[in-house]
């Protein structure tokens, strides 16, 4: 099994020691370091600081928002980031959610979002392959813009720079079970935000990974944190929870609430939203089981990290991409699984 260090977005300032994070983690040889975006700090820049830090690590966008960006403006920053790290990066892209894509983007979410994100994966693995002028019929993102408000003067074009490696890989964050199966025909992995070993073996993701092919990626987020008390140590895993499962989504439309759902939490998932869009913070994160903050972490001593892991080592995933600020949480889990 792989490691990865997801560092996320920053929050009101940069994070503090990020590259040196990064580092740390190269020299354990974990696999990838991993940013992310959502109304602040975006995924490429942080990232290309890095690679100009580091040499072998890989460099992933986990994950970088398909709002933001055309898929040729994606494709650009990838290629470019590519040559620059030396073939290190990684694409991971995400559609995210109406609330951002309409109220940051001011975009409008895709009323069939799995044709958006499979027309968008097409264009950009065009642009890799460079074998011709780049164009698609593509009901979002359609190449060359033919609109009643554009000139008609619109003309397919093929990048200038010949990218590095035309199988650069394309991974997708998806939640719901149509999203995923999709994702295993289009792409070269999956990244899932809340993964458990438990609901795994319960068949949760059988139906949706059955057409997976021989060398698909699957890295979860991990939560991971060393520490003597698990109760504390789950408590900065809860309130992520309280604020992606209550607030990161509208009442009717909160993929993460709908996954926590699926993994068998329903009643508690409902009550978190309606505490969370009641003004209540401090009740919704409360609300959030232990229980599910722990099967999606690891958390607590050494020894019992070591227990916990194993599950993970005997699961479907691949790489491990662990959330934590701390290098000596980094240090323990690279001497326990690599």
Same mark, same amino acid.
Not at 108 to 129: M, N
Not at 257 to 262: F, G, P, S, T
């Given at each position: 099994?792989?490691?990865?260090?997801?560092?996320?977005?920053?929050?009101?300032?940069?994070?503090?020691?990020?590259?040196?994070?990064?580092?740390?983690?190269?020299?354990?040889?974990?696999?990838?370091?991993?940013?992310? $975006?959502?109304?602040?700090?975006?995924?490429?820049?942080?990232?290309?600081?890095?690679?100009?830090?580091?040499?072998t690590?890989?460099?992933?966008?986990?994950?970088?928002?398909?709002?933001?960006?055309?898929?040729?403006?994606?494709?650009?920053?990838?290629?470019?980031?590519?040559?620059?790290?030396g073939?290190?990066?990684?694409?991971?892209?995400?559609?995210?959610?109406?609330?951002?894509?309409e109220?940051?983007?001011?975009?409008?979410?895709?009323?069939?979002?799995?044709?958006?994100?499979?027309?968008?994966?097409?264009?950009?693995?065009?642009?890799?392959r460079?074998?011709?002028?780049?164009?698609?019929?593509?009901?979002?993102?359609?190449?060359?813009?033919?609109?009643?408000?554009?000139?008609?003067?619109?003309?397919?074009?093929?990048?200038?720079?010949?990218?590095?490696?035309?199988?650069?890989?394309?991974?997708?964050?998806? $939640?719901?079970p149509? &999203?995923?199966?999709q994702?295993?025909?289009i792409?070269?992995?999956?990244?899932?935000?809340?993964?458990?070993?438990?609901?795994?073996?319960?068949?949760?993701?059988?139906?949706p990974?059955?057409?997976?092919?021989a060398?698909?990626?699957?890295?979860?987020?991990?939560?991971?944190?060393?520490?003597?008390?698990? $109760?504390?140590?789950?408590?900065?895993?809860?309130?992520?929870l309280?604020?992606?499962?209550?607030?990161?989504?509208?009442r009717?439309? &909160?993929?993460?609430?709908?996954?926590?759902?699926?993994?068998?939490?329903?009643?508690?998932?409902?009550k978190?939203?309606?505490?969370?869009?009641?003004?209540?913070?401090?009740?919704?994160?409360?609300?959030?089981?232990?229980?599910?903050?722990?099967?999606?972490s690891?958390?607590?001593?050494?020894?019992?990290?070591a227990?916990?892991?194993?599950?993970? $080592?005997?699961?479907?995933?691949?790489d491990?991409?662990?959330?934590?600020?701390?290098?000596?949480?980094?240090?323990?889990?690279?001497?326990?699984?690599?």
């Amino acid at each position: 099994m792989r490691l990865g260090l997801a560092l996320g977005y920053w929050g009101a300032a940069p994070t503090p020691g990020f590259v040196e994070l990064a580092q740390h983690a190269e020299r354990l040889g974990y696999h990838s370091v991993w940013t992310a $975006e959502s109304w602040g700090s975006d995924a490429f820049t942080p990232l290309t600081w890095i690679a100009a830090q580091t040499s072998t690590i890989r460099l992933g966008t986990g994950v970088a928002q398909l709002a933001a960006r055309t898929p040729t403006a994606t494709a650009m920053h990838a290629l470019t980031l590519d040559h620059l790290s030396g073939g290190r990066m990684i694409l991971g892209l995400g559609l995210s959610g109406p609330q951002v894509v309409e109220g940051w983007y001011g975009r409008p979410f895709p009323r069939s979002p799995l044709t958006s994100v499979r027309e968008y994966v097409d264009i950009v693995r065009q642009v890799l392959r460079r074998e011709s002028p780049v164009t698609s019929e593509s009901a979002y993102h359609p190449l060359p813009y033919t609109g009643p408000d554009g000139t008609g003067l619109g003309k397919p074009l093929k990048p200038i720079v010949h990218p590095l490696r035309a199988g650069l890989p394309i991974l997708l964050g998806a $939640e719901g079970p149509k &999203n995923i199966a999709q994702t295993t025909r289009i792409a070269d992995g999956w990244l899932p935000l809340y993964y458990s070993p438990e609901r795994e073996r319960e068949g949760l993701w059988d139906e949706p990974l059955s057409a997976a092919p021989a060398g698909f990626t699957i890295a979860p987020l991990v939560h991971a944190q060393l520490c003597d008390d698990v $109760e504390q140590g789950l408590a900065p895993i809860r309130a992520a929870l309280g604020f992606y499962v209550g607030g990161m989504g509208a009442r009717g439309r &909160n993929f993460h609430a709908d996954l926590m759902a699926r993994m068998g939490y329903e009643a508690e998932a409902r009550k978190i939203q309606e505490l969370f869009l009641g003004g209540h913070r401090a009740e919704a994160i409360a609300a959030v089981p232990e229980s599910f903050a722990d099967e999606i972490s690891l958390v607590g001593p050494r020894a019992r990290i070591a227990d916990r892991l194993a599950a993970w $080592e005997a699961s479907r995933a691949t790489d491990l991409l662990l959330t934590t600020r701390d290098p000596e949480t980094l240090s323990a889990l690279a001497e326990l699984a690599l």
